[in-house]
Nanobody
Framework: QVQLQESGPGLVKPSQTLSLTCTVS??????????WTWIRQPPGKGLVWVAA???????YYSPSLKRRTSISRDTSKNQLTLQLDSVTPEDTAVYYC???????????WGRGTQVAVSS
């Protein structure tokens, strides 16, 4: 059984950098042909794709967030990390880590971590 567990600070001040970690168990993040992705859901809104990293380390970013976003991985810990720079209250959301198949569907989700951006 694949499990994904997000962790993060909960509260971040505007202009700071948000850093989130996703710890994966039950599967290796280097296994062909999966993508590991971050998706967020702002309050009262739909899901928004943020970034993804492929099994071989190739990264992908939402065009609207690319300038401020960095996704990386630690294969020794089987973890993903998302960094979002210069956050604003509009970055307030539940952030989910998920596994994406090569067909483009999500087959495993984390439970999500709530992030609030506020002074």
């Amino acid at each position: 059984q694949v499990q994904l567990q997000e962790s993060g600070p909960g509260l971040v001040k505007p202009s700071q950098t948000l850093s989130l970690t996703c710890t994966v168990s039950g599967a290796s993040i280097t296994t062909n042909y999966y993508f590991w992705t971050w998706i967020r859901q702002p309050p009262g809104k739909g899901l928004v794709w943020v970034a993804a990293i492929r099994y071989d380390g190739t990264t992908y970013y939402s065009p609207s967030l690319k300038r401020r976003t960095s996704i990386s991985r630690d294969t020794s810990k089987n973890q993903l990390t998302l960094q979002l720079d210069s956050v604003t209250p509009e970055d307030t959301a539940v952030y989910y880590c998920a596994r994406l198949t090569d067909l483009g569907s999500v087959d495993y989700w984390g439970r999500g971590t709530q992030v609030a951006v506020s002074s």
